[in-house]
T-cell receptor, first 113, second 115 residues
Framework: GEDVEQSLFLSVREGDSSVINCTYT??????LYWYKQEPGAGLQLLTY?????DMKQDQRLTVLLNKKDKHLSLRIADTQTGDSAIYFC?????????????FGQGTTLQVKP | DVKVTQSSRYLVKRTGEKVFLECVQD?????MFWYRQDPGLGLRLIYF???????EKGDIPEGYSVSREKKERFSLILESASTNQTSMYLC??????????????FGPGTRLTVT
Protein backbone atom coordinates (compact mmCIF):
# COMPACT_ATOMS: atom_id res chain seq x y z
CA GLY A 1 0.00 0.00 0.00
CA GLU A 2 0.89 3.66 -0.04
CA ASP A 3 3.21 4.68 2.77
CA VAL A 4 5.42 7.65 3.60
CA GLU A 5 8.02 7.37 6.37
CA GLN A 6 9.97 10.05 8.22
CA SER A 7 12.09 10.14 11.33
CA LEU A 8 10.29 11.86 14.18
CA PHE A 9 12.84 14.30 15.54
CA LEU A 10 15.84 16.38 14.49
CA SER A 11 17.80 18.84 16.58
CA VAL A 12 20.29 21.34 15.12
CA ARG A 13 22.10 24.47 16.21
CA GLU A 14 21.14 27.86 14.81
CA GLY A 15 23.18 28.60 11.68
CA ASP A 16 23.75 24.93 10.83
CA SER A 17 22.08 23.14 7.92
CA SER A 18 19.14 20.83 8.61
CA VAL A 19 18.37 17.80 6.48
CA ILE A 20 14.99 16.14 6.87
CA ASN A 21 14.56 12.80 5.14
CA CYS A 22 11.55 10.94 3.82
CA THR A 23 10.94 7.66 2.02
CA TYR A 24 7.83 6.84 0.00
CA THR A 25 6.45 3.76 -1.68
CA UNK A 26 4.44 4.88 -4.68
CA UNK A 27 6.81 5.20 -7.62
CA UNK A 28 4.01 6.59 -9.80
CA UNK A 29 3.59 9.76 -7.71
CA UNK A 30 3.82 12.74 -10.04
CA UNK A 31 4.56 15.28 -7.31
CA LEU A 32 6.05 15.16 -3.84
CA TYR A 33 5.53 17.88 -1.27
CA TRP A 34 6.95 19.41 1.88
CA TYR A 35 4.62 21.08 4.37
CA LYS A 36 5.50 23.03 7.52
CA GLN A 37 3.40 23.23 10.67
CA GLU A 38 4.26 25.88 13.22
CA PRO A 39 3.09 25.40 16.82
CA GLY A 40 -0.68 25.70 17.15
CA ALA A 41 -1.24 26.21 13.43
CA GLY A 42 -2.36 24.30 10.37
CA LEU A 43 -0.03 23.05 7.66
CA GLN A 44 1.38 25.38 5.03
CA LEU A 45 2.90 24.27 1.77
CA LEU A 46 6.65 24.92 1.70
CA THR A 47 7.61 23.50 -1.65
CA TYR A 48 6.98 20.66 -4.06
CA UNK A 49 8.95 18.81 -6.70
CA UNK A 50 7.86 17.17 -9.92
CA UNK A 51 8.87 13.53 -10.14
CA UNK A 52 11.03 13.99 -13.24
CA UNK A 53 13.29 16.45 -11.38
CA ASP A 54 16.04 15.46 -9.02
CA MET A 55 16.60 18.82 -7.35
CA LYS A 56 14.73 22.04 -6.67
CA GLN A 57 16.11 25.08 -4.88
CA ASP A 58 14.12 27.92 -3.39
CA GLN A 59 16.15 30.41 -1.32
CA ARG A 60 17.32 28.51 1.79
CA LEU A 61 15.40 25.35 0.85
CA THR A 62 16.79 22.56 -1.33
CA VAL A 63 14.74 19.51 -2.20
CA LEU A 64 16.52 16.40 -3.44
CA LEU A 65 14.67 13.50 -5.02
CA ASN A 66 16.16 10.07 -5.61
CA LYS A 67 13.51 8.17 -7.54
CA LYS A 68 15.48 4.95 -7.67
CA ASP A 69 15.60 4.74 -3.87
CA LYS A 70 12.23 6.54 -3.40
CA HIS A 71 13.95 9.00 -1.12
CA LEU A 72 13.11 12.68 -0.69
CA SER A 73 15.01 15.17 1.44
CA LEU A 74 14.58 18.78 2.48
CA ARG A 75 17.69 20.78 3.30
CA ILE A 76 17.35 24.08 5.15
CA ALA A 77 20.49 26.20 4.96
CA ASP A 78 21.44 28.55 7.80
CA THR A 79 18.67 27.21 10.04
CA GLN A 80 17.02 29.82 12.24
CA THR A 81 14.98 29.50 15.44
CA GLY A 82 11.93 30.47 13.36
CA ASP A 83 12.39 27.24 11.40
CA SER A 84 11.43 25.24 14.49
CA ALA A 85 8.31 23.37 13.41
CA ILE A 86 7.00 20.01 12.30
CA TYR A 87 7.82 19.18 8.67
CA PHE A 88 5.68 16.74 6.71
CA CYS A 89 6.48 15.15 3.41
CA UNK A 90 3.60 13.94 1.24
CA UNK A 91 2.98 12.14 -2.03
CA UNK A 92 0.02 12.16 -4.35
CA UNK A 93 -2.31 9.26 -3.70
CA UNK A 94 -3.08 6.64 -6.34
CA UNK A 95 -6.68 7.88 -6.16
CA UNK A 96 -6.02 10.26 -9.03
CA UNK A 97 -7.83 13.55 -9.37
CA UNK A 98 -9.44 13.69 -5.93
CA UNK A 99 -6.58 15.75 -4.55
CA UNK A 100 -5.78 13.14 -1.95
CA UNK A 101 -2.29 13.14 -0.45
CA UNK A 102 -0.51 10.62 1.72
CA PHE A 103 1.43 12.26 4.55
CA GLY A 104 4.37 11.04 6.59
CA GLN A 105 4.39 11.11 10.38
CA GLY A 106 6.12 14.49 10.51
CA THR A 107 9.63 15.42 11.68
CA THR A 108 9.87 17.84 14.58
CA LEU A 109 12.80 20.19 13.97
CA GLN A 110 14.24 21.75 17.09
CA VAL A 111 16.64 24.65 16.53
CA LYS A 112 18.87 25.48 19.48
CA PRO A 113 20.23 29.03 19.80
CA ASP B 1 -5.05 34.16 -0.88
CA VAL B 2 -6.95 30.97 -0.20
CA LYS B 3 -8.61 30.97 3.14
CA VAL B 4 -9.77 27.89 5.01
CA THR B 5 -11.45 28.57 8.31
CA GLN B 6 -12.54 26.22 11.06
CA SER B 7 -15.34 27.05 13.47
CA SER B 8 -13.38 26.59 16.69
CA ARG B 9 -9.70 26.53 17.69
CA TYR B 10 -10.34 24.71 20.96
CA LEU B 11 -13.28 22.57 22.00
CA VAL B 12 -14.00 20.56 25.14
CA LYS B 13 -16.83 18.04 25.05
CA ARG B 14 -18.10 15.26 27.27
CA THR B 15 -18.16 11.58 26.37
CA GLY B 16 -21.34 10.73 24.47
CA GLU B 17 -22.00 14.25 23.18
CA LYS B 18 -22.63 14.91 19.50
CA VAL B 19 -19.92 17.18 18.14
CA PHE B 20 -19.93 19.28 14.98
CA LEU B 21 -16.74 20.66 13.45
CA GLU B 22 -17.24 23.11 10.62
CA CYS B 23 -14.88 24.04 7.83
CA VAL B 24 -15.36 26.76 5.23
CA GLN B 25 -13.18 27.61 2.22
CA ASP B 26 -13.50 30.69 0.05
CA UNK B 27 -11.80 29.57 -3.19
CA UNK B 28 -14.52 27.50 -4.85
CA UNK B 29 -12.48 24.30 -4.40
CA UNK B 30 -14.13 21.03 -5.33
CA UNK B 31 -12.21 18.79 -2.93
CA MET B 32 -12.31 19.04 0.85
CA PHE B 33 -10.72 16.83 3.49
CA TRP B 34 -10.86 16.11 7.20
CA TYR B 35 -7.77 14.78 8.96
CA ARG B 36 -6.89 14.03 12.52
CA GLN B 37 -3.37 14.61 13.75
CA ASP B 38 -1.83 12.69 16.62
CA PRO B 39 1.80 12.78 17.80
CA GLY B 40 3.94 10.22 16.01
CA LEU B 41 1.12 9.25 13.65
CA GLY B 42 1.10 12.27 11.37
CA LEU B 43 -2.08 13.14 9.50
CA ARG B 44 -4.66 10.46 9.00
CA LEU B 45 -7.50 11.00 6.57
CA ILE B 46 -10.97 10.60 8.05
CA TYR B 47 -13.24 11.55 5.13
CA PHE B 48 -13.04 13.57 1.97
CA UNK B 49 -15.48 15.04 -0.48
CA UNK B 50 -14.95 15.82 -4.16
CA UNK B 51 -18.29 17.51 -4.77
CA UNK B 52 -21.42 18.71 -3.04
CA UNK B 53 -23.27 15.83 -1.37
CA UNK B 54 -20.43 13.46 -2.32
CA UNK B 55 -18.25 11.85 0.32
CA GLU B 56 -15.68 9.11 0.51
CA LYS B 57 -14.23 7.30 3.49
CA GLY B 58 -10.61 7.88 4.27
CA ASP B 59 -8.36 5.65 6.33
CA ILE B 60 -10.08 6.03 9.72
CA PRO B 61 -13.80 6.83 9.22
CA GLU B 62 -15.12 4.83 12.18
CA GLY B 63 -16.96 6.98 14.69
CA TYR B 64 -17.24 9.92 12.28
CA SER B 65 -19.62 11.15 9.60
CA VAL B 66 -19.53 14.16 7.29
CA SER B 67 -21.87 16.51 5.51
CA ARG B 68 -21.37 18.65 2.43
CA GLU B 69 -24.52 20.52 1.54
CA LYS B 70 -22.74 23.51 -0.01
CA LYS B 71 -19.53 23.62 -1.98
CA GLU B 72 -17.73 25.89 0.46
CA ARG B 73 -18.64 24.04 3.66
CA PHE B 74 -17.61 20.60 4.90
CA SER B 75 -18.71 19.42 8.33
CA LEU B 76 -17.28 16.63 10.45
CA ILE B 77 -19.66 15.00 12.93
CA LEU B 78 -18.79 12.87 15.92
CA GLU B 79 -22.09 11.11 16.62
CA SER B 80 -21.13 10.11 20.17
CA ALA B 81 -17.78 11.51 21.23
CA SER B 82 -15.34 9.21 22.97
CA THR B 83 -12.08 9.94 24.78
CA ASN B 84 -10.06 8.29 22.00
CA GLN B 85 -11.31 11.01 19.67
CA THR B 86 -9.35 13.62 21.61
CA SER B 87 -7.09 15.00 18.89
CA MET B 88 -6.24 17.88 16.59
CA TYR B 89 -8.61 18.02 13.62
CA LEU B 90 -7.48 19.66 10.41
CA CYS B 91 -9.56 20.60 7.40
CA UNK B 92 -8.09 21.14 3.94
CA UNK B 93 -9.29 21.96 0.45
CA UNK B 94 -7.90 21.73 -3.05
CA UNK B 95 -9.05 22.37 -6.57
CA UNK B 96 -9.59 19.34 -8.77
CA UNK B 97 -7.18 19.06 -11.68
CA UNK B 98 -5.61 16.68 -14.14
CA UNK B 99 -1.99 17.72 -13.88
CA UNK B 100 -1.32 15.65 -10.79
CA UNK B 101 -0.30 18.72 -8.78
CA UNK B 102 -2.44 18.79 -5.63
CA UNK B 103 -1.98 21.88 -3.49
CA UNK B 104 -3.87 21.34 -0.28
CA UNK B 105 -4.70 24.43 1.77
CA PHE B 106 -5.22 23.86 5.47
CA GLY B 107 -7.28 25.51 8.14
CA PRO B 108 -5.72 26.36 11.53
CA GLY B 109 -7.04 23.22 13.19
CA THR B 110 -9.44 22.46 16.04
CA ARG B 111 -8.01 20.91 19.17
CA LEU B 112 -10.79 18.73 20.57
CA THR B 113 -10.67 17.32 24.07
CA VAL B 114 -13.26 14.73 25.09
CA THR B 115 -13.55 14.20 28.83
Amino acid sequence: GEDVEQSLFLSVREGDSSVINCTYTDSSSTYLYWYKQEPGAGLQLLTYIFSNMDMKQDQRLTVLLNKKDKHLSLRIADTQTGDSAIYFCAETSLSGNTGKLIFGQGTTLQVKP
Amino acid sequence: DVKVTQSSRYLVKRTGEKVFLECVQDMDHENMFWYRQDPGLGLRLIYFSYDVKMKEKGDIPEGYSVSREKKERFSLILESASTNQTSMYLCASTISGTSGLELQYFGPGTRLTVT
